[in-house]
Antibody, heavy 123, light 106 residues
Framework: QVQLQESGPGLVKPSQTLSLTCTVS??????????WSWIRQHPGKGLEWLGY???????YYNPSLKSRLTISMDTSKNQFSLKLSSVTAADTAVYYC???????????????WGQGTLVTVSS | DIQMTQSPSTLSASLGDRVTITCRAS??????LAWYQQKPGKAPKLLIY???TLESGVPLRFSGSGSGTEFTLTISSLQPDDFATYYC????????FGQGTKLEIK
């Protein structure tokens, strides 16, 4: 059973970089053809896909965040990470990591999710 | 960007009711549509992918249909555990979600 767990600071100051890590257990992130993804949810709002890193290491970002977002992976630790720069209060949200599967589709749907972590941007 | 519009935004129903939630895409997405259930304070849970394929372990009272631009999620007989918010997601181009449908107890 694949499990994902987000970790990182719950409070980030405006203009700084938000950094989160997702630790995966029950499967290797470097095999299997999966898309290791980040999704966020503003308080009381819907879901916003941020981006993913494919098992091969290639990345794909939401165009609205592309200039501020970096997703990377550390296969030795079976982790992948998100860095979002120049944050503002609008980046306050619950951040989820998730595993994406494609079933031959152009981009993935998400079959396993972490529990989510609330990140607040405030001075 | 492909916009996903769900209706209704809120749905009140009773135990045992049959309910349907609709998701419309702003352009054709073939059958690349998934449905998720989310309960307060929890991560979304995948119910259906490829418009009509039930994820393993999901009760058979859930079903999905549609292709192109119009899709539906149907719950055949509401159970207490089904009261939650439901989201559709297109995965034809980038990934975008609908705004959600909150299913409430009448």
């Amino acid at each position: 059973q694949v499990q994902l767990q987000e970790s990182g600071p719950g409070l980030v100051k405006p203009s700084q970089t938000l950094s989160l890590t997702c630790t995966v257990s029950g499967g290797s992130i470097s095999s299997g053809g999966y898309y290791w993804s980040w999704i966020r949810q503003h308080p009381g709002k819907g879901l916003e896909w941020l981006g993913y890193i494919y098992y091969s290491g290639s990345t794909y970002y939401n165009p609205s965040l592309k200039s501020r977002l970096t997703i990377s992976m550390d296969t030795s630790k079976n982790q992948f990470s998100l860095k979002l720069s120049s944050v503002t209060a609008a980046d306050t949200a619950v951040y989820y990591c998730a595993r994406g599967d494609s079933d031959s589709s152009p981009v993935p749907y998400f079959d396993y999710w972490g529990q989510g972590t609330l990140v607040t941007v405030s001075s | 960007d492909i916009q996903m519009t769900q209706s209704p935004s809120t749905l009140s129903a009773s135990l045992g009711d049959r309910v349907t939630i609709t998701c419309r895409a702003s352009q054709r997405i073939n059958s690349w549509l998934a449905w998720y259930q989310q309960k307060p304070g929890k991560a979304p849970k995948l119910l259906i992918y490829k418009a009509s394929t039930l994820e393993s372990g999901v009760p058979l009272r859930f079903s999905g249909s549609g292709s192109g631009t119009e899709f539906t999620l149907t719950i055949s007989s509401l159970q207490p555990d089904d009261f939650a918010t439901y989201y559709c997601q297109q995965y034809n181009s980038y990934c975008t979600f609908g705004q959600g449908t909150k299913l409430e107890i009448k």
